[in-house]
């Protein structure tokens, strides 16, 4: 059959489809206006320059993506459409080529609420004051890099910090007494570092940490304000530490898991009373003495414990969950006996 189409007709269509093809060009370029505000802009390209333009940050090329809410490892606050998030996970190659020091630059994206440089060897230097500016992070990780100098007391600034891990870095001096003044913080890690000195007499006045501060160097007794709080989660293993650590349980405690392995501590654990809570306890490599509680034997939600390698004696107490832990939980002790180690 022979076709019915004119050469208006087929005129008349092309027109349809052109004009049709005009309004969906226009259309998707109003919806996808850019978001991106000029100053937030600005600064991560200032940010890629001083990381010396690594190939992980290539997307950070307006000529590439004009909206830098669309930038990799980026993202942007959908009311204000200002960055929120800058999340940088290095390792296995793509934190590739990224080097050098946070720059101060950082400080001037005032509405980030997440900053995470992370598994990034190369960089280095110390952790730059420009931080103190960004009142509204919540969230800081600066973790897994070759980064030196103290823990700085202005991380205090940060009102509204919730999470902060500066573990596996190579920082040195002290731990500032100032963190306690954070109101809102649930976690503090900085562990696997080299910090030295005592624990800070910390006294938090808002809500109660979970707290990591093992594998450093820091020495001294635990400060009696440690045994006012309820700490969840408390890690101080791989430590120079010493003392008494009694007043740190009670049956009045909600904690949950401690670790104060590999330390130097030294009291008797015969009358210690455990909380209801204890889901694990770690004492091993001290030099504790007396013998284990009969009390262990009532805690219900007891998963793990391991008093090797202490001077505890005596029967290891029959009942709850004391059997069911492997035989090197208990050994290398004065002269604890009974199951799982040998008869007394
Ligand atoms: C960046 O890293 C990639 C792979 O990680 C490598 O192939 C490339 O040579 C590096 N470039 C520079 C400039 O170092
Ligand atoms: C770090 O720097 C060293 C020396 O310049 C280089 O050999 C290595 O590949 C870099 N690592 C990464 C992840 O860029
Ligand atoms: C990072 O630290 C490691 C371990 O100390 C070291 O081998 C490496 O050279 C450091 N890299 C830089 C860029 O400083
Ligand atoms: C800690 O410092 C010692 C020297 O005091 C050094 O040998 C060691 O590599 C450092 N470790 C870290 C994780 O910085
Ligand atoms: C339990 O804690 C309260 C304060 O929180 C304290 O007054 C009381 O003496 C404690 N009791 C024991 C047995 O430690
Ligand atoms: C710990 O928390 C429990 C339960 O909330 C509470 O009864 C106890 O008084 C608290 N103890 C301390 C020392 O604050
Ligand atoms: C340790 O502290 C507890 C109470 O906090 C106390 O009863 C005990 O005598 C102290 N000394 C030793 C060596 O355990
Ligand atoms: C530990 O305390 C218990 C109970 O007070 C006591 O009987 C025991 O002799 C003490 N052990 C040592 C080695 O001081
Ligand atoms: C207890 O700790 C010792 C020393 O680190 C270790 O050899 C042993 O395997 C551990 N046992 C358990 C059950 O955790």
Known sequence: MKSTTTPTTTLLSTTLTLSLLLFLSLLTRSLSAERCHPHDKK????????????????SWNPTITNDCCDWYVVECDHATNRINSLTLFGGFQRGGNLSG??????????????????????????????????SRLKTLWLSWTNLTGPVPSFLSQLKNLEFLDLSFNYLTGSIPMELSLLQNIVGI???????????????FTGNVPGIDLSHNKLTGSIPKS???????????????????????????????????????????LSNVVFPASLLSLNLNHNKIFGSLPVGLTALNNFQFLNVSYNRLCGKIPTGGKLQSFDAT??????????APLTAC
């Open 101 to 134: 020091q946070i720059p101060a630059a950082i400080g001037d994206l005032p509405f980030l609420e997440t900053l995470i440089l992370h598994k990034l060897e190369n960089l280095t230097g110390t952790i730059p004051t420009a931080i103190a500016k960004l």
């Open 189 to 203: 890690s900085l562990d696997r570092n080299n910090l030295t000195g005592p624990i800070p007499d910390w006294r």
């Open 329 to 338: 939980a208990y050994f290398h002790n004065r002269c604890l006996c009974g």
């Open 226 to 268: 440690f045994g006012y709080y309820n700490y969840t989660r408390i890690d101080f293993s791989r430590n120079m530490l010493s003392g008494n650590l009694s007043f740190m349980f009670g049956s009045n405690k909600t904690t949950q898991i401690f670790d104060f392995s590999r330390n130097m501590f030294e009291f008797n």
């Open 43 to 58: 600064v991560l390209l200032q940010i890629k320059q001083s990381f010396n333009n690594p190939y992980f940050l290539a």
